[in-house]
Nanobody
């Protein structure tokens, strides 16, 4: 069964850090571009970060660049998102996504596998 399962969300205060992890199963993980998206209440889902299949390239949304870091471990089939200096605007449901064709795009429509999401809430 192909699936992505996120973990690590929670309630934190502004300025805190949080690490999200996505565990993949049932797929050839090392062939997939992996990404994180998020969706805040009343807003559209937006791109956060992505990492190439081999882990050598990454890209970030302007709003998180310098605060967030994406990484992957192809031996464990996991991708992580280290989030530092969190702000109220980072409150959202965070989704892990996979592109089976190993493309390089921020468009969510090109990602064909999605996790169920994990809630991140940042309080003041």
């Amino acid at each position: 069964q192909v699936q992505l399962v996120e973990s690590g969300g929670g309630l934190v205060q502004a300025g805190d850090s949080l690490r999200l992890t996505c565990a993949a199963s049932g797929l050839t993980f090392e062939s997939y571009t992996m990404a994180w998206f998020r969706q805040a209440p009343g807003k559209e889902r937006e791109f956060v970060a992505m990492i190439s299949s081999g882990g050598r390239s990454s890209s970030y949304a302007d709003s998180v660049r310098g605060r967030f870091a994406i990484s992957r471990d192809n031996t464990k089939n996991t991708v992580s998102l280290q989030m530092n200096t969190l702000t109220l605007e980072d409150t959202a449901v965070y989704y892990c996504a996979a592109d089976r064709f190993g493309g390089w795009t921020r468009a969510s429509t090109f990602y064909d596998l999605w996790g169920q999401g994990t809630q991140v809430t940042v309080s003041s």
